[in-house]
């Protein structure tokens, strides 16, 4: 995906660590040490998301550090850190630092967990406990999330689909969403429909947040105005106030 748009994006904050973290983990942790180091790959299944290990094994920390692994592939880990650049700086410079880290983590630790029950779930029905044991990595779950977060605030702006055709963003969100849907249906390996499952419910995980979240800060905001009490020193002077003490208009 390209932006119609003059100059590069700067790299907010939030966003550079978390690119830090991830070429980090996969660097140092998953080339390094796992190729010529570690006689297995240790640093991948302690910290990529294995539904059998978080359930059963109370592995509670892979909802969020699948998030920072990554397969192999050079091509996929430089093009979700372009994503995480691309969207997240433009969202954490329309939202703030704080609210984005809060969403981008919201959409990837709720999916995992979310994914988690459905394969356990589907495994009962359907006898396939392999399902369980297939490792979840990457950051793909909260980037949807950025997508569909994109889409709502910068819909009209115009993107690049395969980086050829121009369309508007919220299109482009529609027509990625589309494509992971049909990737579940397909008759494909369980592991590939599962992946792109986790990928939607990201989306739908970030969906929902945003549409309640106008309802979360009204909320919010009501309980902090009952918790505040505003009070009014008057006639506290000494002549007039016999007691010698404040009193208030409540």
Not at 71 to 97: A, K, Q, Y
Request: proline share 4%; hydrophobic share 55%.
């Amino acid at each position: 995906m390209r932006q119609n748009m003059a100059s590069v994006i700067p790299l907010t904050p939030v966003a550079k660590i978390l690119i830090i973290i991830s070429v980090s983990v996969w660097f140092i942790g998953q080339v390094i040490l796992e190729q010529y180091v570690l006689p297995q790959p240790f640093v991948s299944a302690w910290l990529s998301l294995s539904p059998i290990s978080f359930l059963r094994d109370y592995f509670i920390w892979q909802p969020l550090t699948y998030l920072f692994v990554s397969d192999l592939s050079v091509f996929t880990f430089i093009f979700n850190l372009l994503l995480i650049w691309w969207l997240g700086s433009e969202l954490e410079r329309f939202w703030g630092s704080r609210f984005f880290a809060t969403y981008f983590l919201v959409c990837g630790v709720v999916a995992a967990i979310l994914y988690s029950g459905c394969a356990l779930i589907y495994s009962i029905l359907t006898t396939q406990a392999q399902l369980l044991t297939y490792p979840l990595m990457g950051p793909q779950a909260s980037l949807f999330g950025l997508m569909v977060a994109y889409a709502m605030i910068f819909g009209e702006r115009i993107v690049y689909f395969m980086f050829l055709f121009p369309m508007r963003a919220k299109y482009f969100v529609l027509i990625l969403a589309a494509i992971e849907i049909l990737m579940v249906l397909n008759r494909g390996s369980g592991y590939g429909r599962m992946t792109s499952f986790s990928h939607i419910l990201g989306l739908v995980v970030g969906f929902i947040f945003l549409k309640l979240l106008p309802f979360i800060q009204n909320r919010a905001l009501v309980r902090k105005k009952k918790s505040q009490k505003l009070k009014l020193v008057v006639n506290n002077e000494t002549d007039f106030n016999k007691d010698n003490k404040p009193k208030y208009w409540n």
